[in-house]
């Protein structure tokens, strides 16, 4: 039997991090062969082909370079002998990359996406066993037509779902709303549900020119005012509740959609979406009735990479409304 040929981007990341003893600190250290020598046995499972993109830490990837990375994505699928890819990436940025690929690449394949929490020189680094569960996801045929997923911690997650929850442990990686897709166990993949829809944005660019606000207490709506002044083409606002303001920002959301600036809300808390159920000033019926987009139930930073995308599209806000809204909102 022929085994699969699965390609591995490596971008950099704690799976790549050793502790450098002149820093006292963790630091890119480790080349992909390096890290591909700890994962044992993989190749009785399938065929590894490593690609060098980057050794960045999580912070330093921005979304310019995260488009290339999906451009390097689709490249790879386009060759007929990979039957799936996996992605390195560092966790902090990790769910923005994989939503990204997510949002833009439609192919049946399996794209997955895993990292580590724990670096070479820590006990119980767990990048290995990271990298050997995203291989056995990669070359399931169950793995098809699902989308991009990330899998840490021997679970399996939609990109469009996944959040980092926590600073440390090891299974940081929740679908807070619905749970995982399923786990890794005993070297095979089992899936306990579907995803029920996906979204895709046909574009070949990414607008970065978009900002996120968080609501407060009390706040008034300078931010948004020099969010606009400073040239954004979208704001992000991380509402409150089910998606209502304090009354002084309202003059700063009035000012950027005046300005044609889009403005999506989402909201701050961890799981629901957002929705046009209070009529009060600021309130989700009045933000809505201005122009106010509303984001569904995506974390701010996910709403942001999704807006970056539709913006590319089309700077139209009715348009934008549309294309936004119409996985969340039927």
């Not at 330093?60 to 890819?85: A, C, W, Y």
């Not at 997955?112 to 929490?117: H, R």
């Not at 309202?250 to 809300?265: L, R, S």
Request: aromatic share 4%.
């Amino acid at each position: 039997m022929t085994k699969p040929r699965i390609a591995i981007i490596f971008t950099g990341g704690t799976i790549s991090m050793s502790v450098d003893p002149r820093v006292g600190a963790a630091i890119p250290s480790l080349s992909s062969e390096q890290i591909m020598s700890l994962v044992t046995n993989i190749d009785r499972y399938a065929h590894i082909e490593s690609i060098n993109f980057s050794e960045l830490p999580g912070p330093h990837m921005v979304p310019k370079l995260m488009f290339q990375l999906r451009n390097l994505v689709l490249e790879t699928l386009s060759r007929e002998e990979i039957d799936g890819i996996i992605v390195t990436h560092g966790t902090d940025t990790l769910e923005e990359t994989a939503y990204l690929l997510d949002l833009t690449i439609n192919s049946p394949k399996p794209i997955v996406v895993a990292g580590a929490m724990r670096n070479s020189s820590e006990l119980g680094y767990d990048g290995p066993s990271n990298l050997a569960a995203a291989v056995c996801t990669a070359i399931s045929p169950q793995s098809r037509c699902k989308g991009v997923l990330v899998v840490m911690n021997n679970e399996v997650n939609a990109a469009s779902e996944v959040t980092k929850t926590n600073t440390l442990s090891l299974d940081t990686f929740k679908s807070l709303e619905f749970g995982p897709l399923g786990i890794v166990d005993n070297d095979q993949v089992i899936y306990h549900r579907n995803m029920v829809s996906r979204q895709f944005i046909e574009t070949d660019e990414v607008n970065d020119q978009v900002d996120l606000i968080k609501c407060v207490a009390g706040m008034d709506d300078r931010f948004l005012k020099f969010s606009v002044d400073s040239g954004a083409k979208g704001i992000i606002l991380e509402a409150m509740g089910r998606g209502n303001i304090p009354p002084a920002m309202i003059p700063g959301v009035e000012y950027a959609i005046k300005n044609n600036v889009a403005v999506v809300m989402i909201s701050r808390c961890p799981t629901g979406r957002v929705l046009d159920t209070y009529g009060y000033e600021g309130a989700g019926r009045h933000l809505r009735n201005i122009g106010v987009i509303l984001g569904g139930s995506l974390p701010g930073q996910k709403a942001r990479i999704k807006l970056m995308l539709a913006l590319t599209v089309s700077a139209d806000l009715l348009a934008l409304r549309e294309l936004i809204e119409s996985d969340q909102y039927r």
